[in-house]
């Protein structure tokens, strides 16, 4: 109730305990990085003609990111501009209905006022505690709010090769959403225009279905133990931000560690008792890490038919079959199951 009532007060405590110092700050420029990486790759796509490729590099630039917590009603970390925020609410110890019912009014009155105002377009969707990332397509905007920016995806000290493989991934897959099979419909201002000559968005549904028939390849286990088939069409807008996310965090995280093999900018040192692996190994076994957990056989049967994401397996291992840069840094030869001759890519 005080989520969903007094989500920007909670909120306020929650960064404050758990979104330390320049974690907003360094979030943005990893996601800066990534975006340079997508910038460079619409050059060197030539499937893209020079039209398509001209919007699709217009709309990554409108693209508004939100990291975090909100920086304007209210600022979240100012304990003044909270308490201004939520001047008008009335809150009375001991009368939880009362509580409810101005609460809904509050938000409701918020609400038609801000049909007469300009889009804010810093203010987040959600609050800051909120677990989830996404990209909005209507209004060109990512979102990730402070409460997935924790481990295991992120940590103000952790290694790049860490936190560019967790939430690093993370933002490369909403940015990706932009560009997959839904989000290529909006063009830069949110608007549903199609702005794909025709060539260009032949190729594009092309490439989208060698990722069709490759997730439809891959079965869960049911409780009986009969295999049921990924939908490799009702995941494609999933798996296409999935590939790309990894590998324009891969590619944003390796220009960047090797500009800076001695380790004066960024942070990628050894972790004590992993001086073995090497930090490219290390960047794929932490984006394993960040999507493993357990799932009942049942429940796994379940998502089949209504997530729009493929079952954890395949959003690790469907995705790095797909890495030329994962075969090299764990020197799988050609032809293993985890480097297949034929390879999947779009962005
Ligand atoms: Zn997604």
Redesign the pocket.
Known sequence: MVNENLGDMAGHFFVKATFPGHSQDQVNDMIKSIRWSFEKNFWQYDWLDQRTRQEALQKLKAITQKVGYSTSSPDVMSSASVEEFYRTLDIRKGDHFGNQVRSSAWKMENMLRSVSQPENRIKLESIPQTVNAFYNPTKNSIEMPAGMLQPPFYHIENPEYLNFAGIGAVAA??LG?AFDNRGRSYDETGALRDWWTESSAAAFEEKSKCFIDQYSEYTVKGPDGTDHFVNGWGTLG?NI?DNGGLKLAYESWRQRYRSDLAGRKYNNGHLPGLESRTAEQLFFIQFARSFCGNTAPDEEVRRLKDDS?SPRKYRINGVVQNSAYFAQAFQCKLGTPMNPAKKCILW
Do not use: D, S, Y
């Open positions: 897959h909403e959403h999933e931000a994401h």
